[in-house]
């Protein structure tokens, strides 16, 4: 008693209508759920943790263009000195 019931937020979400995929059981659940309905996993995804992610695949993008270019160069590398 006393303690102030926690008022569910009425964050504005902008209704991403995309399917969430859950991360443990792979099963698509239709609406942007915190909670899995097949697994009753937490799926959430905290919004800065989104953009932490994006930001990482955009990184990781990076570094495998890099590698490639860096495997093309060996290979050439490799033919001249085989001649
Ligand atoms: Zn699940």
New binding site residues.
């Given amino acids: 008693m006393g303690a102030p019931a926690a008022r569910v937020s009425s964050s504005r979400s902008r209704a991403d209508a995309m399917a969430i995929i859950?991360p443990?059981?792979f099963?698509e659940n239709s609406d942007p759920v915190l909670v899995?309905g097949?697994?009753s996993?937490d799926?959430a995804v905290p919004e800065a943790l989104a953009r932490e992610r994006k930001d990482l695949i955009a990184k990781r993008d990076a570094a495998v263009a890099k590698l490639s270019r860096i495997r093309t160069e060996i290979a050439s590398i490799r033919a001249k000195r085989k001649g």
């Fill in positions: 859950c443990y059981c099963r899995c097949w697994c996993r799926i």
